[in-house]
């Protein structure tokens, strides 16, 4: 009996201990432990669309790097990618065991509008920080929640951009639009369509391709048919090689524009340079030909992590999530490491521009002072390199 | 328009049509559906780089090696993987083929990467005018072979002593055994075959559809039903209804819309289905008896 009253008062004195040392233990979020933090993201990495990789390769590398360097704060950064293969089903399964088994502090970096629109209210409901998403569709941009910091502008945004660029570029009144059939190309119609009247130009052809679709040619025919004076493509690199190896088939000279996401070295590598000649691509970063030291120390520490990696914009999506990531981190170097201060320090980067991004300026509350990348340029394609186009506007 | 659509269909139609034989020849000779058909096609197209870009060897000794290498590579499938089960039910053999798939996606992936990669050889763009519409001449080399190999086949078929030994294995495999055709050999034989067509098809597709472990998987599922579409059985029924999806899935793409193009291939399969079970070339019948 006596022993038993003692084991309980000790019993009694461990959970005391427990209790009064409870909010030091959990003072730090989920995925923080004394020497490393745990951040997760979706990526393409096998599947149709796997070009996108390129993004999970370039935040890896800005990982492998920093870690290399000795981390931040002593903490090294374990920066954990899973294939989700664009396939948004996958995606949630992934994303749920993200947060409910590996307990990741922020899912940094991840990849696609259509992955991410089926799991971004899970992602907000469950009050993970969402950093530097590659998607521009609307759903994703404009949901109102303190935990998600868009990467670039929405698809909606670039739509506008784009008609305003065929009018005063081009000159053309009458365009064809050719979509990728999911949430980012549904959303730039929506903004193409929202500013005609403003601009006077007339949609008239407006065909959409399957992701896996084998060729565009239906599409492609019906386009040139519909007498259009330019073609706003909404596409990604290699449904973009096929639209451009149609059109010098059909030898049908339009001006093209393509949207940012589809700015990749492999659209000519795939379709030919000639195919290619002349065509203007939106974008929102530097190229990797800047002079400028912020890329080329990118474009040193990819060359030095994934060496087989041809250098492009879509590297770029992934260092600025990984970059803004860490110096939010960076500037958490005392006090509990939790994701709502991580929301507050991000909220303070204030015209900060060491990173990729030539200024970074996050403001308070959500979408759009949460994007990290606020303006989008252009580049046209010419004798075989991309090369900066200022429209009349800027 | 109309013309332009129905050429750019048959150019489709004609990649089809190249899985669809191979898919048509193990079916008829194995009982299997074999679903890794594209992917041994796919690895032909990954070695053609190999070959062409990294060891520089001329295009048509290229086409010579990504033969014979996927003609190993069916043997291989066909004695190491296929032939220890192949007394098992249909199910079991078509599930194999999908882990046969898997491997080989992983395979392609460990060795060349998933990025997506040009293939170092490309047709001459000028495109050929036909009748007033234009067709590429990389599609146009692809319905000429497709249209040869399924005469070959048919000729191989029908009037060699391998072919109707071939035809009598899939009409009754236990008599064929008894009357002394080497089951087993023309079993391997048919393996070789897939892997044969499959590397014409990984060099010819390759320009247009671009590199990738995933390149196939469209080409396959659309070669499968127009295999079905033709019967199953039939050569010439799965080069009839390869074309005949390009240019439906075209005219619907074109007329309708392009939310429907997709669809097409798989409504006119269950259309058909529903009114001729046994396909466009009725070989089939004989399994109502």
Request: with cysteine.
């Amino acid at each position: 009996m006596k022993f038993g009253r003692r084991a309980l008062m000790s019993l009694a004195a461990v959970a005391a201990i427990g209790v009064l040392g409870a909010p030091a233990q959990a003072a730090d979020g989920p995925g923080i432990s004394d020497d490393s933090v745990l951040i997760c993201s979706y990526q393409p990495m096998t599947g149709k669309v796997s070009s996108y990789f390129r993004m999970g390769k370039g935040a890896d590398a800005w990982f492998k790097h920093v870690n290399e360097n000795g981390g931040v704060n002593g903490r090294m950064i374990d920066y954990k990618m899973v294939d989700d293969k664009y396939e948004p089903a996958r995606t949630k399964n992934i994303v749920k065991r993200f947060v409910e088994r590996d307990e990741c502090f922020a899912i940094v970096a991840p990849l696609g509008s259509a992955p991410t629109s089926a799991v971004i209210e899970y992602i907000v409901d469950q009050s993970v920080p969402l950093i530097g998403a590659g998607t521009g569709a609307e759903k994703n941009l404009t949901i109102a929640s303190q935990w998600v910091f868009p990467l670039y502008p929405s698809y909606y945004t670039e739509g506008q951009q784009l008609v305003r660029f065929a009018k005063e570029v081009f000159g053309a009144a009458k365009v064809a639009v050719l979509y990728q059939n999911d949430p980012s190309g549904k959303t730039h119609i929506a903004g193409i369509e929202s500013v005609l009247g403003d601009h006077g130009v007339e949609v008239v052809a407006q065909e959409g391709y399957e992701p896996k679709e084998v060729d565009v040619s239906s599409q492609v025919i019906k386009m040139k048919e519909s007498g259009a004076q330019a073609v706003i493509c909404s596409c990604a690199p290699e449904p973009a090689a096929k639209f451009y190896t149609e059109r010098a088939k059909l030898g049908w000279d339009v001006p093209v524009v393509n949207v940012f996401f589809g700015k990749s070295p492999k659209v000519p590598e795939l379709a030919g340079e000639a195919a290619v000649e002349g065509v203007y691509f939106a974008t929102i970063f530097r190229d990797f030909d800047s002079p400028a030291p912020q890329i080329q120390e990118a474009k040193s520490i990819l060359a030095k992590y994934y060496p087989e990696e041809q250098p492009d914009a879509i590297h770029l999506w992934g260092f600025a999530g990984a970059q803004v990531f860490t110096e939010a981190l960076r500037r958490m170097d005392s006090g509990a490491i939790t994701r709502e201060r991580l929301v507050e320090t991000l909220e303070g980067i204030d015209n900060w521009t060491e990173s990729v991004v030539p200024n970074v300026t996050i403001g308070e509350g959500n979408a759009p002072e949460h994007f990290i990348v606020k303006d989008m340029s252009f580049v046209v394609y010419k004798g075989g390199k991309f090369e900066e186009f200022s429209p009349p506007w800027m | 328009m109309l013309g332009q659509q129905i050429l750019s269909g048959l150019a489709t139609g004609s990649l089809y049509a190249l899985t669809a034989i191979a898919v048509v020849v193990v079916f008829r000779n194995t009982r299997t559906i074999n679903l890794a058909q594209g992917d041994f096609a796919m690895i032909g197209a990954f070695l053609g780089i190999v070959f062409l870009k990294d060891w520089g060897l001329n295009y048509y000794v290229t086409i010579l090696l990504v033969v014979a290498c996927c003609i190993v590579l069916g043997f291989g499938v066909e004695r190491i993987i296929m032939r220890p089960i192949a007394n098992s039910d249909w199910l079991t053999l078509f599930t194999t083929t999908i882990g046969i798939y898997y491997i080989l996606h992983g395979v392609a992936g460990l060795f060349w990467g998933r990025d997506t990669k040009a293939f170092p050889l490309t047709f001459d763009p000028t495109p050929v005018d036909i009748l007033g519409a234009v067709i590429s001449q990389g599609h146009l080399y692809n319905m000429g072979w497709a249209l040869a190999i399924g005469a070959v086949l048919y000729a191989f078929f029908n009037f060699t002593k391998q072919g109707v030994a071939m035809r009598a294995l899939t009409d009754d495999p236990e008599a064929a055994y008894m009357m002394g055709i080497p089951v087993r050999f023309i079993v391997l034989l048919t393996w070789g075959l897939a892997g044969f067509i499959a590397g014409f098809v990984g060099i010819l597709i390759a320009p247009i559809i671009y590199v990738s472990p995933e390149m196939m998987d469209e080409v396959l599922v659309k070669g499968y039903v127009a295999a079905v579409f033709g019967g199953l059985y039939s050569i010439q029924g799965a080069v009839i209804g390869a074309l005949l999806i390009g240019v439906a899935e075209n005219l619907a793409g074109g007329y309708i819309g392009s939310h429907v193009k997709t669809a097409t291939a798989f409504v006119m399969i269950v259309v058909l289905l529903a009114f001729r079970p046994q396909g466009l070339i009725g070989i089939q019948k004989r399994r109502e008896i």
